[in-house]
């Protein structure tokens, strides 16, 4: 062993015990763990058993258990269990709890208790931020991703999974079988043959029942779905060809200057299309801001949400998705003609104008319809449309979808602003979370995860912008 580090006798006595203290350099990030929960109003933030109760056995201090949970989401430790062994052999541990070590059922239990102050912690260090002037751009970037629930895709049940587990699962197949095995020689590879498939039959049968129980179930949830192990969980296609995902829809407003974390919401609705003005709103309300600029993808398209977006002072920018059947089919798609807002009518790729002809209701939208009567003899009609002449509804807020587009058009990187922005939030929480995003069941309780998920990414993120010191002179501040 010469010429390498001398490691420490492990039977050696020491003189003087060592501080522990002196393990936890100054620039540590459970230092700022410290002092930003040492800083917070716990009884304001609604935590149970801030006040001891006056009989039984002294329980912890909320502050002990949100330091753990804080520490556990900074590095990969979501789990109670895992949390409790990290309180006996973790020095940065012993040093943050003061030498206590928590069993895995108060950890768990205080997650499970506390899901609304857990949120209300990540909302002040986001407040904290703004004080700070991280947050001074009004600018976001919106997007949505799959988060895995404990539900299994086999405990997860649709009308197309029924039908399809039926189809594969079939009793008549082993029947058959049975039947062939009846006309055979009987022999004793015969009579374990016959008794597996006997027992195999019998236990499709109780598969069967079953199936058709949470068929009825299924059928009478309001979305046709249901979930046996996390009953809010659901059942959501990912970016992948013919994948998907049992779990949660998580969305999340991230500024586009230091790519912190505005505001999430925890949804299970597979699709976003319905929640671009919902987290604008947020947004706008976290940075106490009259105006906002947000960007989108074109999953987010909708021109309701559009207008409501515009009547609440925020400006979006998103591609709208390429939809018309007429494009499909290699005919002209809408964005061939031209609106003159002079004339009110539309200008076609032959050059005719389409009047404004009347107006009518659709899906609780006022549309303006245009159509001219010169395409009987057009000589570009084939490529255009197959009916007696080309229609072509306009929108009474159409403005404002063509003011998104000539946005983007004008920012032709806004795209890959949003996709640098938002995406990185994403991937590193996915990472620190593992295989299994989330660990409890039900809304409630995996929002709580997803709160300390998100404290956990802008923790890290105002570290590494600022630095540990000058973080903890703000928070006392």
Known sequence: MRRFVEQADRGQWTLLPGC?????????????????????DLAEMSFEGVEPAATG????????????????????????????????????????LGRLAPDHKTIADFRKDNGLALRRVCARFVELCREMGLLAAASVAIDGSKFKAVNNRDKNFTRAKVQ????????????????????????????????????KLTKLKEEMGKLAVYEKQMLASPDQ??????????SMATSGRGSGVVGYNVQVAVDTEHHLIVTHEVTNSGSDRAQLANMARQAKAVLKTETLEAVADRG???????????EAGTTVTLPKPQTSGA????????QDFVYLPEEDAYRCPAGEQLPYRFTSEEDGKRLRRHWTTAC?????????????????????????????????????????????TVEHPFGTMKARMGATHFLTKTLPKVTAEMALSVLAYNLTRVMNIVGTKPLMAAMVA
């Not at 082993?174 to 009987?186: F, G, I, K």
């Open 225 to 234: 779905q249901i979930s046996r192990t996390d009953p809010d969980s659901r």
């Open 300 to 310: 987010y398209f909708s021109s309701l949400e559009v207008l409501a977006c515009h």
């Open 376 to 420: 009987q003899d057009c000589s570009l009609k084939p490529q255009c449309t197959t009916g007696p002449e080309r229609r072509i509804p306009r929108w009474e807020h159409e403005h404002l979808l063509e003011a998104a587009q000539q946005r983007l058009d004008a920012n032709p990187q806004a795209m890959r602003l949003r996709r640098e």
């Open 164 to 199: 399809r587990r039926r189809a594969q699962e079939s009793v008549a197949r082993y029947l058959s079988q049975l039947d062939t095995a009846d006309r055979q020689e009987p022999t004793e590879a015969l009579a374990a043959k016959v008794t597996r498939l006997t027992e």
């Open 20 to 40: 522990l203290d002196d393990f936890i350099d100054e620039s540590n990030p459970v230092r700022v763990i410290d002092v930003f929960v040492d800083a917070l």
């Open 57 to 96: 056995r002294p329980s912890y201090h909320p502050s002990v258990l949100l330091k753990l949970y804080i520490y556990g989401y900074l590095n990969r430790v979501q789990s109670s269990r895992r949390l409790e062994r990290e309180a006996g052999r973790n020095v940065e541990v012993m040093w943050l």
């Open 327 to 334: 494009k499909s089919d290699g005919r002209f798609g809408k």
